[in-house]
Nanobody, 114 residues
Framework: QVQLVESGGGLVQPGGSLRLSCAVSGFMFRLSTMAWYRQAPGKQRELVADIWSGGQANYVDSVKGRFTISRDIAKNTLYLQMNNLKPEDTAVYFC????????WGRGTQVTVSS
């Protein structure tokens, strides 16, 4: 069955960095457009970044220049490198397909605070 397992979150000070990972299994990862999403307390889940099978990446304006999405096909893993983190980046981060999402994983908590 499909599994999406996010990891790498934590508590970081403003300006710090984190690298999130998402280990996937059970579907054709290499052919799928994948994405990172986040959900802040009291807010709806939002798309943060996506990456197409050919490698093209897109970002929401609020993270452009700070976040980088990537994938390792051999490891069936999706990554999100987050630099210059801001308090407004605090959220639970999830990975999933860009379209026709699977059941959501547990996500990984990112807290940006001094």
């Amino acid at each position: 069955q499909v599994q999406l397992v996010e990891s790498g979150g934590g508590l970081v000070q403003p300006g710090g960095s984190l690298r999130l990972s998402c280990a996937v299994s059970g579907f054709m990862f290499r052919l799928s457009t994948m994405a990172w999403y986040r959900q802040a307390p009291g807010k709806q889940r939002e798309l943060v970044a996506d990456i197409w099978s050919g490698g093209q990446a897109n970002y929401v304006d609020s993270v452009k220049g700070r976040f980088t999405i990537s994938r390792d096909i051999a490891k069936n893993t999706l990554y999100l490198q987050m630099n210059n983190l801001k308090p407004e980046d605090t959220a639970v981060y999830f990975c999933n397909r860009r379209l026709a999402q699977f059941d959501w994983g547990r996500g990984t908590q990112v807290t940006v605070s001094s």
